[in-house]
């Protein structure tokens, strides 16, 4: 079974600290992303990427960073947390689409829920 | 620009009812529309992913069918039980993108013993 880890379950910290949320994905997957979940909003997509040091932007990309500097790791990274960005972070691994396969689900991680003081 | 709604927001239904969730996109040109599961404060667990040029597919109690020119997908749950209570979304892959999912906000379920 594919294996996506989140580093803390509960996360609190005040506004203007450095955020770290770590994930790691045991599955040899090329893709990684990060999520931010909120109440009636579905998932937004912050940040992809489809191989180390590779990165996208995704549709929620402003006040954060990420970095993949290993193949099983993608960190996302708040540079001066505010409290807009209280949120549960979801982290996601998939194998990338090849041809027409249809075999690149997307796998989760339990969640980081980040309250932001 | 793909759009995805799921109505309701939350359904309260008795145990042993069968029921329908479902999940309506604007734009037919997908790749293939998921379902998922999320539990309060827990991560989302895959349930069923359905090919565009599929009509529907099966997993023990669950049947999720797609009719992708009327842009719409339901999940059927037959004989519920307390523990399906659970947050179910859908999300539908991009013709166009090899990893863009774009996300229904979910609808909250509650099985009443």
């Known amino acids: 079974d594919v294996k996506v880890t989140q580093s803390s379950r509960y996360l609190v910290k005040r506004t203007g600290e450095k955020v770290f949320l770590e994930c790691v994905q045991d599955m040899d997957h090329e893709n990684m992303f990060w999520y931010r979940q909120d109440p009636g909003l579905g998932l937004r997509l912050i940040y992809f990427s489809y191989d180390v040091k590779m990165k996208e932007k995704g549709d929620i990309p402003e006040g954060y960073s990420v970095s993949r500097e290993k193949k099983e790791r993608f960190s996302l990274i708040l540079e001066s947390a505010s409290t807009n960005q209280t949120s549960m972070y979801l982290c996601?691994?998939?194998?990338?689409?090849?041809?027409?396969?249809?075999?690149?689900?997307?796998?989760f991680g339990p969640g980081t829920r980040l309250t932001v003081l | 620009k793909q759009e995805v709604t799921q109505i309701p927001a939350a359904l309260s239904v008795p145990e042993g009812e069968n029921l329908v969730l479902n999940c309506s996109f604007t734009?037919?040109?997908?790749?293939?529309l998921q379902w998922f599961r999320q539990d309060p404060g827990k991560g989302l667990t895959s349930l069923l992913l359905i090919q565009s040029s599929q009509r529907e597919q099966t997993s023990g109690r669950l049947n999720a069918s797609l009719d992708k020119s009327s842009g719409r997908s339901t999940l059927y749950i037959a004989a519920s039980q307390p523990g399906d209570s659970a947050t179910y979304l859908c999300?539908?892959?991009?013709?166009?993108?090899?990893?863009?999912?774009?996300w229904g906000a979910g609808t909250k379920l509650i099985i009443k013993p």
């Open positions: 999300a539908v892959r991009r013709l166009d993108s090899n990893y863009q999912l774009i």
């Open positions: 996601a691994s998939s194998r990338p689409r090849t041809g027409r396969s249809p075999y690149n689900e997307q796998f």
């Open positions: 734009d037919s040109a997908i790749y293939n």
